[in-house]
């Protein structure tokens, strides 16, 4: 039962309670307009995990990430080539001078 340690008594009571406040008469619309807002309530969430789940299936077709595991390598694009680790940076050749002026190329 998904209202907890609650037992057939207890929503008796609650029943009787309710139809005294609100009077037999009343209880029809009452039961309509419930169903109502649930059913908009349940309408609405429902809309929204669709455009979440739309929106998630956009982002990975984008990345790629929604393709098959046979179709990745038929249709990736190899990665980007990177320069070895031991190119130097610059055209420059090092120098063997240090900040303050002193040549080290002797040592």
Do not use: Y
């Amino acid at each position: 039962m998904p209202f907890g340690n609650l037992s057939g008594w207890t929503f008796v009571i609650i029943l009787i309670i309710v139809l005294l406040l609100f009077g037999a008469p009343k209880l029809p619309k009452l039961a309509k307009s419930l169903g109502e807002s649930m059913r908009i309530f349940k309408g609405e969430m429902s809309t929204m995990k669709k455009e979440s789940n739309d929106r998630a299936a956009g982002d990975s077709e984008q990345d790629g990430s929604n393709v098959s595991g046979a179709d990745r390598g038929a249709t990736s694009t190899p990665p980007a080539s990177t320069p070895p680790a031991n190119t130097p940076l610059s055209d420059t050749p090092p120098s063997n001078t240090q900040a303050d002026g002193n040549d080290n190329s002797t040592r």
